[in-house]
């Protein structure tokens, strides 16, 4: 299996103390912060907002998030599904605009099997993509991204 290497990354894997200045729900109190360009809050609604993840993937991936506090899909009600959802179709508008990727990665990791590492509070990742960038590697291209530099 082949390797590509994103050192980047190795600091969301080594960080014990992730988001240790937040009391609680990171999720839950960024919104309730008014610093919204030092935290990232790209886009606020009644019932979600858009967060510009700090370990990205790429150059522009976000995360739509419900203001309530569930880690359960299924717990959440028709008019925040649809708030959510609205939230996310225009943060793919403006990525479209300001990225022009050419394409995207749409989903949720529900719970930590699934490899959510804030798995008790719900969120959408919007992932934008390039044709060659590293999409599905390990999958289809029998390659593995290795979050460490060479000398890790």
Known sequence: M?????????????????????????????????????NNLLARGDLAYVLLNNYPYNPGHAMVIPHEHTGEYRDLDAETLLAKERLLQRTVEAMDTALSPD?????????????GSIDDHLHAHVVPRWAGDTNFMPVVGDTKVITGGRSS
Do not use: K
């Open 103 to 115: 394409g995207y990665n749409v989903g949720y990791n529900l719970g930590s099997g699934a490899g």
């Open 2 to 38: 082949d390797r590509v290497f994103a050192p980047w990354r190795i600091e969301w894997v080594e960080r014990p103390e992730r988001n240790e200045d937040i009391e609680g729900c990171v999720f839950c109190t960024l919104p309730e912060r008014e610093a919204d360009r030092e």
